[in-house]
């Protein structure tokens, strides 16, 4: 192997723009939830004792940057707010989901969970712009809006951006098969993402998980604890999935309908072929909310991409 091609591959760039021109990074996703299930494991109060949670999410109040998600994520897109900025070929739709009270108050229940439900540390803006790659190795970086929240953020943001990138590819590539192809790889890569995250955090849990505050040692220590501790972490992981989902489907409408939007689809030069791609992007971040009590596994969540793909090439 040449000393260039051995540079090039081991060369940190921004994740966001070879995204773009479909490189594939096999070991992203084992990675990636390596690097969630750590961080949301070792931080929550499954691990760690009440005095150092507490204390830990009084480091991380990070008032100031919370407030500016609590805009311009979940309130701002969906109503007249002066710093919105899209497409005008998406208007109508745009201003649909604005008058879809289900929705909102959806989102609503979202934005509460944001501001209160302190579960986890949480990076807070885990986009593809957020992750540097090559070939071997993930790395993320700017984390100044972190702080002690709900768990499924985070992996929704990482999911988000890929069904994002997915979308931007209706106008980046042209040829069918290669579209195709790159889109299936990017479904494989955000179902590996939830399923890889949730086996690790598990497993960190009923490993380490009798040293935490909500179920100390010796909680589940009678006949059937087994079973019933099995099914506890059934339903915890249930419940972040659900609001993952939830969140999914917000962060994509907000990068649709609000203050900023993602590189991979502005920079679609052609405003129809961007409207494609926006569109898609809407419909799949409205269905993930929507349906987010409906949608019971990460197959479920990635059957709405499918089916909004169909109705975008019909």
């Given at each position: 192997m040449?000393?260039l091609v051995?540079e090039?591959?081991?060369?940190h760039?921004?994740?966001?723009?070879?995204?773009?021109?479909?490189?594939k990074f096999?070991?992203?996703?084992?990675?990636?939830?390596t690097?969630?299930?750590n961080?949301l494991?070792y931080?929550?109060?499954?691990?760690?004792?009440g005095v150092?949670?507490?204390?830990l999410?009084?480091?991380f109040?990070?008032?100031?940057?919370r407030?500016l998600?609590?805009?311009f994520?979940?309130?701002h897109?969906?109503?007249?707010?002066?710093?919105?900025?899209w497409?005008?070929?998406?208007?109508?739709l745009v201003?649909?989901?604005r008058?879809?009270g289900?929705?909102k108050?959806?989102?609503?229940w979202l934005k509460?969970?944001?501001?209160t439900?302190?579960?986890?540390?949480i990076?807070?803006?885990?986009?593809?712009g957020?992750i540097?790659?090559?070939?071997n190795?993930?790395?993320?970086?700017d984390?100044?809006f972190a702080?002690v929240?709900?768990a499924?953020?985070d992996?929704?943001?990482?999911?988000?951006?890929?069904m994002?990138?997915?979308?931007s590819?209706f106008?980046?590539t042209e040829?069918p098969?290669?579209?195709?192809d790159?889109?299936?790889w990017?479904?494989?890569?955000?179902?590996?993402?939830w399923?890889?995250?949730a086996?690790?955090f598990?497993?960190?849990?009923?490993?380490?998980?009798e040293k935490?505050?909500?179920?100390?040692?010796?909680?589940?220590d009678?006949?059937?604890?087994?079973a019933?501790?099995a099914?506890?972490?059934?339903?915890?992981?249930q419940?972040?999935?659900?609001?993952?989902?939830?969140t999914?489907?917000?962060?994509?409408l907000?990068?649709?309908?609000?203050?900023v939007?993602?590189?991979?689809?502005?920079?679609?030069?052609?405003?129809?072929?961007?409207?494609?791609?926006?569109?898609?992007a809407?419909?799949?971040?409205?269905?993930?909310v929507?349906?987010?009590?409906?949608?019971?596994d990460?197959?479920?969540?990635?059957?709405v991409?499918r089916?909004?793909?169909?109705?975008?090439?019909?």
């Amino acid at each position: 192997m040449s000393l260039l091609v051995m540079e090039n591959l081991n060369r940190h760039e921004i994740m966001r723009k070879p995204l773009v021109r479909r490189v594939k990074f096999p070991k992203f996703a084992d990675q990636i939830t390596t690097f969630l299930a750590n961080t949301l494991f070792y931080t929550s109060d499954l691990y760690l004792p009440g005095v150092e949670k507490k204390a830990l999410t009084e480091r991380f109040m990070n008032s100031e940057l919370r407030k500016l998600q609590e805009d311009f994520v979940y309130s701002h897109p969906l109503m007249d707010a002066p710093e919105n900025n899209w497409n005008p070929l998406v208007d109508d739709l745009v201003q649909e989901v604005r008058k879809d009270g289900e929705l909102k108050e959806r989102v609503t229940w979202l934005k509460e969970g944001y501001m209160t439900h302190a579960q986890s540390l949480i990076h807070a803006d885990l986009h593809t712009g957020s992750i540097m790659i090559n070939q071997n190795e993930t790395r993320v970086i700017d984390p100044e809006f972190a702080f002690v929240g709900p768990a499924g953020y985070d992996v929704a943001a990482v999911i988000q951006n890929l069904m994002l990138n997915y979308a931007s590819h209706f106008a980046h590539t042209e040829d069918p098969e290669e579209r195709a192809d790159y889109q299936s790889w990017l479904l494989e890569t955000m179902r590996a993402v939830w399923t890889g995250f949730a086996e690790k955090f598990e497993a960190l849990w009923v490993k380490e998980g009798e040293k935490g505050e909500l179920a100390p040692k010796g909680y589940w220590d009678y006949p059937g604890g087994e079973a019933d501790f099995a099914r506890f972490r059934k339903h915890y992981l249930q419940n972040i999935f659900r609001d993952m989902v939830g969140t999914a489907g917000t962060k994509a409408l907000r990068r649709m309908m609000g203050i900023v939007s993602v590189w991979d689809i502005s920079s679609i030069e052609d405003p129809e072929k961007r409207a494609v791609a926006e569109r898609f992007a809407i419909r799949v971040g409205r269905r993930w909310v929507k349906e987010m009590d409906e949608i019971r596994d990460i197959d479920a969540m990635l059957d709405v991409v499918r089916e909004e793909t169909e109705a975008t090439l019909a």
